[in-house]
């Protein structure tokens, strides 16, 4: 009898242990996610941050060529801290075919020399600079600015000398090298205002500036004799006035707001000028009273200044012709849009001009006479 034994295996499974992670590991694993994501979204700021700091732009021909006009500049001189001679070129061609004739010419329009210093910690600014005649007939035909300029805060100058009357924001006080047309509009070239000797001051207070100036009417603008007109080329005529005829002053004031409009560029300004005017004053001899309101926008690649001016009590000339009694009102818009940012720039003006003459009628009254000038383009 054959006995078979089975033998019965039973399978015992050991369960594993489950290890609960610390709360330690769990943070430390989500801090890693957190600082690596945070790096990932912080490298494009990073690159355009790195940009902006390495990059270096080559100097083109004519930048090199104009830096060496700075003959000094040392930033550790406590006197003179700089520098450089300025000058200006314009020269122009014009032809003209009619029934009378054709003409034709090369003038020199406008040449001129001088140096900038900055000395003081740059407190003080110094500027001297003349001008030629057309065709160079004289090489020295007076001065164009020659005044002395002091800072003793950021926001705060005085300027004693030859300058700009402090009006017309930006047809007459920007500089012509920056404006993108040739010449000033027709409005402010019939003002009569030119550079005269005298003082100003500007500062400004947060979003608001000032500035006034007195200056002195018998300021010459070139060596030419005011009767025979004849140019004497001589330096030491006077270039400064005589300070004892007539004398003009300014008053303005402005806003920056572009604040409030989210802007890069918005301004507005408003100047009066007042003049007392003698026959035979050289500047600002046309009128008694010049007001000028400029507003100024600007975004990106696109920009639009409008300006106007009203004046009252004016005359032809200040010699002996006598006041025709006319007040002239003007404006002009000037849209600009930077087609290829500097290099390319479509500039767009429109100038609107109105003359009204007034006297008294037998009766008393005033009596007005329009006289318009169309918009130009």
């Known amino acids: 009898m054959n006995t078979t034994l089975r033998h019965q295996i039973t399978e015992i499974r050991i369960p594993t242990p489950t290890v609960k992670p610390r709360k330690s590991t769990i943070l430390n694993h989500r801090l890693q996610r957190i600082t690596a994501l945070a790096w990932l979204a912080a490298l494009p700021t990073l690159a355009s941050a790195q940009d902006e700091t390495t990059e270096f732009v080559e100097p083109n021909a004519f930048e090199k060529l104009w830096s060496y006009a700075t003959l000094y500049k040392d930033d550790m001189n406590p006197i003179l801290k700089e520098f450089k001679l300025r000058g200006r070129y314009q020269g122009q061609y014009w032809n003209t075919d009619a029934d009378q004739g054709i003409q034709s010419n090369w003038e020199d329009r406008r040449s001129r020399f001088g140096f900038d210093a900055k000395l003081y910690d740059k407190k003080f600014e110094a500027r001297f600079d003349f001008q030629s005649n057309d065709q160079f007939n004289d090489f020295y035909d007076g001065l164009v600015d020659a005044y002395l300029r002091w800072k003793p805060k950021s926001r705060l100058g005085f300027t004693a000398g030859k300058t700009k009357p402090l009006i017309g924001q930006y047809d007459w006080l920007e500089p012509t090298i920056s404006e993108p047309t040739f010449e000033r509009s027709q409005i402010f070239n019939q003002l009569g205002i030119n550079r005269a000797a005298g003082l100003t001051a500007d500062g400004a207070l947060n979003e608001i500036s000032w500035r006034a100036g007195v200056y002195t009417n018998s300021t010459p603008a070139t060596t030419a004799d005011p009767v025979t007109k004849v140019a004497s080329g001589k330096f030491g005529g006077g270039e400064f006035g005589d300070f ?40 600002n001899n046309k009128y008694d009273d010049i007001l000028s309101s400029t507003f100024w926008l600007k975004e990106g690649y696109a920009a639009v200044v409008f300006e106007g001016y009203y004046a009252t009590g004016g005359d032809y000339c200040s010699s002996s012709k006598k006041s025709d009694g006319s007040d002239v009102y003007g404006f002009f818009i000037q849209p600009t849009y930077d087609i290829i940012p500097d290099k390319l720039q479509l500039v767009v003006v429109a100038i609107l001009i109105l003359r009204v003459k007034v006297h008294e009628g037998w009766w008393g009254n005033r009596v007005t006479r329009k006289k318009s000038q169309p918009i130009a383009f």
Do not use: I, M, P, Q
Not at 250 to 278: I, M, P, Q
């Open 244 to 283: 004892t005829d007539g004398h003009s002053f300014t008053l303005g004031a402005g806003y920056d707001f572009k604040h409030l409009l989210n802007l890069e560029k918005a301004d507005f300004r408003v100047d009066w000028l007042h003049s007392a005017r003698f026959k035979s004053d050289l500047v």
